[in-house]
């Protein structure tokens, strides 16, 4: 793809440098938050086929459209949306992106009430919403690569410990069975080693993909198996303490550590879904890490 040259690469330079003092520095700060606007209804594993559209009109964009699963959009100020801006070229092409001011006429934002009883995720609906050119990331058509520089950042977040099981000490855990009379029992013990383990791999891995990254190197495909490892460990937790609390776990009593590991428990199966499920997050480890044959596809 040639390269902006001469007045375009000025422009192009231009436009880089109000975003960064207008959104991503004020990010960086904490002052405003921000949300990736991605799957669809129609488009969640399948990225490259949503429908939002973005139609060109002078020096602004009109975006139409719907997104689903979107983290943290009833408090963000900015949303990150790919949208398709030529729906005559093939589905990874023709999609561009930008950043859309939350607040702006035309965004509604609806929860998606989970059985945790809170509302992690939303629905958010784009009626005519006015986007200038200046808020646009990258070349017009040229959406999937921002979208997959933003998916392997993503990943790195999350599997890096932000989330879930993946920043905790297995301490309370062994406490939790020494309280409840079974740190002796051998199916109780025996979880407790699997899940430290397990955790103990995978935040080991994640520090070797960190150090890329303070390196100056772009995450990769295998920032995948860190997002795939903190499900997987969040599976593992929630059953270990299934087997230690027993009904005390569906039941508030009021017992010390007991009814509030019920949120984490019904929350894993959302941050299975988030980022990527377990199931994509296996075909790119296959295919882009270990170098296996591609999945077979009907289209």
Known sequence: MPQPEGTELEEVRARRARLREKYLRPLWRGEIIGCQLFSEPVAGSD?????????????E???TGQKVWTSGAQYSDVG?????????????????????DMHAPGVEVRPLRQMTGGAS????????????????LGDVDEGWTVALTTLMNERAAIGGGGAGVGSMSMTRFIEMARHFGLSQDPLVRQGLAEAYI??????????????KIRAGQLPGPEMSIGKLALTQNMMRVGQLIGEILGPRLVADTGEWGTYAFSEMVLGTPGMRVAGGTDEVMRNIVGERVLGLPKEPRTS
């Open 47 to 59: 990225l490259a086929g949503i429908q939002t559209k973005a139609e060109r009109d002078g020096d």
């Open 121 to 136: 995720f939303n629905e958010v609906f784009f009626e005519e919403v006015r986007v200038h050119d200046s808020h646009r």
């Open 61 to 63: 964009w009109i975006i």
């Open 198 to 211: 397990n955790t103990a791999v995978a935040r080991y891995t994640n520090m070797r993909a960190v150090a």
């Open 80 to 100: 990150e949306i790919i949208t398709r801006t030529s729906p005559d070229k093939p589905k990874h092409k023709g999609l561009s992106m930008f950043l859309v």
